[in-house]
């Protein structure tokens, strides 16, 4: 059972905030937090039920976040635990960190909290010093403009040196408020990476915006990282180096839990970027050079290190001509279809089976270069270890030098990664997608790879079982009415100790309409120009009086052809996605509003969900067609093929289970407080003229429904 000493802390925290301005109590979030303190004290556990598991349907208004947070906290206080949160948006993040957190010790909840973002996130003061201080000139092939360019972004580093060194700026990118624009080419020469950290040795390590996060994380009870985040610590990184609590010691909460399957796939994805390898390539000499200059440079005891530049540059030659060779299949299957805004040509390989042709040129001949390279690189690594960073680190030439060596490691790494994962044979409980993607116009500019299929056991193994507990929660974990689809991805059921609760909306959902037709074109792809015509017909007549309007699209190619034709008097209210950032778009749209202008918000899938515009903000959603998967996706394509190969029915398995969760994610963009009216457009025919259109209505919050 539950301590009382727990329940009374809940209560006493939960008292105080009644008591500050703008908190309401609901009866859910009660139902809450009586829930996650069972499961963390193992009630619901029997026998050799191997987990703690809540699944929790929270749904809009339901007061999800705090519903887990104050039990969790008070519970992992009592039992020396710590509560990782794990979420999928840095908004989220920030909500959290900022404002439910601070409002939980305010009520006198008393605990320590930390954000973990992954190292690529972190500022790291050496290299960025090596960065401003790399004085290497210009080749005869560097025009003025390159070399332009290069003082710029020198400039730009300083700056962030200065902010740093004078405790205005913590390093984390996240945190950065400052005019300029971090997301640029050379934040990755500047980030922290483990490859090129060389930990206490480093003159910085005392004022390091990593380190000090890792500090930060020791004396935390509460933790708030990123989904990404926690599968790499846990799967990818040595123990000593993990910057997140041992998983038997902590309370794993995955919040934004519908996105948990396509994040533990992409951490156990892997890719072959023959980009990349080319410029490996370009630079092969410059890398050699330097890997033999910081041999000498350093004293490292590395016999023979001629010897070993010329196995280098020879591995490098061998990596050139394969990669060359494999490049030249790759056009041969993406055929002559050019790249462009809307569309990248893909070749899924049926099956997951690579032809022969490329089995052989990534076991024969890149695999084998990949490796040579990856040797040397290791046994320089070896003797840098042994003895020698300290020297290094006072030197920045020399840092320079091991900076290339350390890139190199990891691009050389990674590499041969996707190798291992694009020849493993293909296991039939888990399955395999291969595919190649053209980019651009660029010969090189092409990928190859790989993402398991079906991750349910490898996350339950992995991630749940080695944790003291865990918590998932999201406002769209159901499909078709039914946690089934959730739990086959991952793995969680009920005769494993694992619990399903749905805490249902407080709104009141008869202050909108759902409005459906009957005989508009069906939006398949022949049929898209036609159906996008119709839409347009009536979208003007649609939208009315209201002043505040969200329009979503399945595919950018349909949105844009929408934007294309739009009246003009619409098309000078409009503000479409790509056009800005999402948060930028959101701004002055509110600020339309408020000026009593109108203001239509259009976009695509990231449109449909972490879009809080409650009250006035929004009162029209129009959604032009269910969102079914991209059937050029090539990992929902093998999917389905998996599926299929079993012997079961892929669209009643995955494409409708699927589609249901994100319509019910789109249509319920309109009701965010309890202040929210309107309606709701949908402009897919389908609904009334398919079979399953029954099942996908009777699904959706319970809003009145009217057919046109």
């Not at 749904?59 to 519970?75: D, E, F, H």
């Not at 990184?237 to 796939?265: G, N």
């Not at 089995?359 to 320089?380: F, R, T, W």
């Amino acid at each position: 059972m539950v301590p009382d000493n727990v329940k009374q802390s809940m209560q006493k925290t939960l008292n105080a905030l009644r008591d500050t301005p703008g908190f309401t109590s609901r009866k859910g979030q009660m139902t809450m937090f009586a829930e996650v303190a069972k499961t963390l004290f193992g009630v619901y556990q029997e026998g050799d039920q191997p987990h703690r598991s809540l699944v929790i349907e929270g749904q809009t208004g339901a007061g999800k976040t705090l519903g887990y947070l104050l039990p969790a906290i008070v519970s992992a206080i009592k039992l020396k635990k710590h509560v990782v949160v794990a979420t999928a948006n840095v908004a989220l993040q920030q909500q959290i960190m900022n404002h439910d957190l601070p409002r939980l010790r305010k009520a006198g909840l008393h605990f320590e909290q930390a954000f973990v973002a992954g190292r690529g996130r972190y500022f790291c003061r050496r290299d960025a010093e090596t960065f401003v201080n790399d004085q290497d000139a210009p080749d005869l092939l560097t025009d003025e403009a390159d070399v332009q360019h290069q003082r710029k972004h020198r400039t730009q580093v300083e700056q962030l040196i200065t902010l740093f060194d004078a405790n205005q700026w913590n390093g984390l990118k996240d945190d950065y408020r400052g005019k300029l624009s971090l997301e640029q080419p050379w934040w990755s020469q500047v980030n922290a990476n483990r490859d090129t950290c060389s930990r206490r040795n480093c003159a910085h390590y005392d004022n390091c915006a990593f380190f000090d996060a890792r500090k930060d994380v020791r004396d935390a009870q509460v933790i708030v990282t990123n989904h990404a985040m926690l599968y790499a610590d846990m799967l990818h990184v040595q123990p000593e180096m993990r910057l997140l609590p041992a998983a038997k010691d902590s309370i794993f909460v995955f919040d934004e839990a519908h996105h948990i399957r396509d994040t533990f796939r992409s951490s156990l994805a892997a890719e072959l970027n023959f980009e990349l390898l080319s410029k490996l390539d370009r630079n092969s000499g410059r890398l050699v050079n330097h890997i033999q200059s910081l041999v000498n440079g350093a004293s490292l005891d590395v016999v023979n290190v001629d010897n070993l530049a010329v196995r280098m540059r020879d591995d490098f030659k061998l990596m050139s001509s394969a990669a060359s060779q494999i490049i030249d299949c790759a056009h041969g299957y993406l055929g002559e279809a050019r790249a462009s805004a809307f569309k990248k040509p893909v070749h899924r390989f049926e099956q997951g089976a690579l032809p022969e042709q490329l089995q052989l040129l990534l076991s024969e001949q890149l695999q084998p270069a990949l490796e040579g390279l990856n040797g040397a690189c290791q046994k320089v690594n070896e003797k840098i270890k042994d003895a020698q960073e300290k020297a290094i680190s006072d030197d920045s030439r020399l840092q320079n030098y091991l900076g290339s060596l350390r890139n190199l490691t990891q691009t050389v790494e990674s590499a041969l990664n996707a190798c291992v994962l694009l020849k493993t044979e293909i296991n039939p409980k888990q399955g395999i997608a291969r595919w190649l993607t053209r980019h651009s116009d660029l010969r090189v500019d092409i990928t190859l790879s790989a993402t398991p299929i079906q991750v349910g056991r490898q996350f339950e193994r992995e991630i749940v079982t080695p944790a003291f507990a865990t918590i998932f929660t999201s406002a769209t974990l159901q499909s078709l009415g039914s946690f089934r689809r959730f739990s086959e991805q991952l793995s969680l059921y009920q005769k494993d100790g694992v619990q399903f609760l749905v805490i249902e909306s407080p709104f009141d959902y008869k202050k909108a309409q759902l409005v459906t037709y009957r005989d508009l074109p069906e939006p398949n792809f022949n049929n898209e120009a036609a159906h996008t015509s119709a839409m347009l017909k009536r979208f003007g007549n649609d939208i009315g009086e209201h002043k505040a309007a969200l329009v979503l699209f399945a595919s950018k190619r349909q949105m844009q052809s929408f934007v294309d034709k739009l009246p003009a008097a619409l098309a000078a209210d409009s503000l479409v996605q790509y056009t800005a950032t999402r948060d930028s778009l959101v701004r002055r749209h509110k600020k339309r509003v408020d000026e009593g202008k109108r203001s239509i918000l259009i976009g695509c899938q990231s449109f449909s969900e972490g879009l809080d515009l409650p009250g006035a903000y929004l009162t029209f959603v129009g959604i032009a067609k269910l969102p079914f998967a991209d059937v050029n996706c090539p990992i929902a394509a093998s999917e389905s093929e998996f599926i299929e190969a079993q012997g079961l029915h892929p669209f009643a398995m995955i494409a409708l289970p699927d589609a249901s969760r994100r319509l019910v994610q789109c249509v319920g963009r309109l009701m965010r407080s309890q202040d929210c009216y309107g309606e709701v457009r949908i402009y897919d025919s389908r609904l009334q003229t398919k079979g399953y259109g029954k099942q996908l209505l009777n699904c959706l919050p319970p809003m009145l429904q009217r057919v046109e």
